[in-house]
């Protein structure tokens, strides 16, 4: 059977903030290429994500377990040339405090499903 060679294959780059360049992302819009790439934490994403960070504080507060709150913004770094993408935010607080990380990309899917599927599993790929 020639399945694998009768379909196109989709390629899919994951990578950690270190690659989160506006060069990289444009490349990979260009060549169609998939891409979930970690984004560094910054005052203008934190306002961006205040309720859901708001959210995750407050059922950590009730609950006293650990709680993770996901979200999607808009959001256009300088560098992107006021092109906005979608980023995924997952905000988690636990009794050591707030553990905020922030995913851009170009797929569709939920911010749970896709960090937690797409996203994670980048780590768990460099560890191998």
């Excluded at 379909?7 to 990979?28: A, E, N, T, V, Y």
Aim: hydrophobic letters at 35%; proline letters at 1%; one cysteine or more.
């Amino acid at each position: 059977m020639l399945h694998s060679a009768s379909r196109p294959r989709k390629i899919l780059f994951r990578g950690d903030s270190g690659f989160c360049r506006s060069q990289i992302l444009s490349w990979c819009e260009r060549s169609n290429v998939d891409y979930i790439v970690g984004i560094g934490t910054n005052s203008r994403l934190n306002a961006l994500s205040l309720d859901v960070r708001h959210r995750a504080a407050m059922g950590f507060k009730e609950t006293r377990e650990k709680q993770r709150c996901f979200a999607t913004l808009s959001y256009a770094a300088k560098s992107w040339k006021k092109r906005e993408r979608k980023v995924d935010v997952k905000a988690e607080f636990t009794i050591k405090a707030d553990n905020t990380r922030y995913v851009v990309t170009n797929l569709k899917g939920s911010a749970k499903w896709l960090y937690d599927r797409c996203y994670c599993m980048r780590g768990d790929m460099e560890n191998r």
